[in-house]
């Protein structure tokens, strides 16, 4: 059952605030002495790619190490942007949707394998075969139009995940003739977790990442708390919806707000909803999903806004070892799963759901 509950805002003030993409990570910077009591540093890096700014953070006491860090994670993002950038038609992504058939590197064949499944388990909510209307609506080359009931029907024979066939064994992926893929919904959660990889496997503890909206924590901060992560409020982005502490998880928004145009006084936004062909009006205007597994995170963060506010709780029943949500509907309420409430706090009144 639901119960409806206040909590009093967090105090910004001792902390020091660093703004990215459209979540806000807040954390203590400067110099700590670790165990042995040598001085560990932060060392950042700002990366533009996948059409988004990106913020790395590592604490460590040996420079040489965070660099190589943060290097090896910066050539791995780039090289993700590279496979799955529906933008660039060099891409393994636009070649696979150019020929319709091709064999596939080991990390394509892992996100489309998810996200193939992510498909399914969520009933077409989120849909790999988006593509073709994405491209029409003009969020692949900003040349936006709004179409019309006759065009959306058309497309809308090409997009269902059904009309891809994957090959684990052969490595090959084939496509029906023109339906078309964009991963562009959960690839930023894959790069988090290849990231954090990365970081770990250099034994650095404690870490901050931001790809654009997606947010990945290990450790603690340097106060040796756990991170807090603070949310956009959807109906006011320079102000906050609440905030999340955590260690070790990604923490993930969507929202309609990110990315939209604007035609005779209407928004239409980037998150489309598969079975309508327009952008999703499931009367929820943003999902946080916190989560071990920043490609599923990713993924439904993008699912639940479709959803809509029944079908995510009860999706997320089905779940609720796997992941936690936010989420905030377009009447102003803020609905969260159980598994987060204890760390979260808002100004807002919420609803918890609870299993
Ligand atoms: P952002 O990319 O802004 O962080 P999301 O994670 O919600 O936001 O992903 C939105 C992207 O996902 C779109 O740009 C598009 O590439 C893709 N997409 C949009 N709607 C869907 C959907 N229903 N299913 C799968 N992918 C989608
Ligand atoms: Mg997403």
Not at 213 to 238: E, Q, S
Not at 239 to 265: A, C, Q, W
Not at 277 to 301: H, K, Y
Not at 331 to 355: A, H, P, Q, R
Request: proline share 1%.
């Amino acid at each position: 059952m639901s119960k409806i509950k206040k909590n009093k805002w967090l105090r910004w003030g001792s902390v020091s605030i660093m703004c990215i993409g459209m979540l806000f990570v807040m954390c203590s910077c400067d110099k700590k002495e670790n165990k042995k009591n040598k001085l560990v540093k932060e060392y950042t890096r700002d990366v533009f790619a996948m059409d988004t700014y990106m913020t790395l953070k590592v604490y460590s006491d040996d420079g040489k190490k965070a660099e190589s860090t943060l290097d090896e994670s910066v050539r791995e993002i780039e090289k993700l942007d590279d496979m799955f950038s529906v933008g660039n038609d060099q891409s393994e992504v636009s070649i696979l949707n150019e020929s319709g058939s091709e064999f596939v590197s080991k990390d394509f064949l892992k996100v489309i394998k998810r996200a193939e499944e992510i498909s399914k388990d969520t009933d077409g909510a989120f849909d790999i075969t988006i593509f073709p209307l994405m491209e029409e609506w003009g969020f692949v080359n900003k040349n936006y139009k709004v179409l019309s009931d006759s065009e959306i029907k058309k497309i809308l024979e090409y997009v269902d995940y059904r009309k891809v066939d994957i090959d684990e064994n052969e490595d090959f992926v084939s496509i029906d003739e023109n339906s078309k893929i964009d991963l562009g919904g959960i690839v930023k959660g894959y790069a988090s977790d290849s990231v954090m990889e990365i970081i770990k496997k250099n034994n650095i503890e404690n870490a901050v990442i931001s790809l654009g909206g997606n947010v990945a924590c290990i450790g603690k901060n340097k106060d040796n708390k756990l991170w807090k992560v603070a949310i956009k409020d959807p109906d006011n982005v320079d102000e906050y919806l609440g905030s999340v502490e955590v260690s070790n998880k990604s923490v993930i928004t969507s929202g309609g707000y990110e990315r939209y145009f604007e035609k005779d006084g209407k928004k239409y936004h980037h998150i489309l909803d598969p079975k309508t062909g327009r952008p999703s009006e499931s009367g929820v205007i943003s999902v946080t999903i916190i989560s071990n597994d920043g490609l599923f995170a990713d993924a439904l963060s993008t699912s639940l806004f479709v959803m809509g506010k029944e079908k995510a709780e009860n999706y997320w029943r089905k779940h609720s070892k796997e992941f936690d949500y936010i989420l905030k509907t377009d009447s102003g309420e803020v609905i969260l799963s159980e598994g987060v409430e204890n760390n979260f706090s808002s100004d807002y009144e919420y609803v918890v759901v609870k299993k």
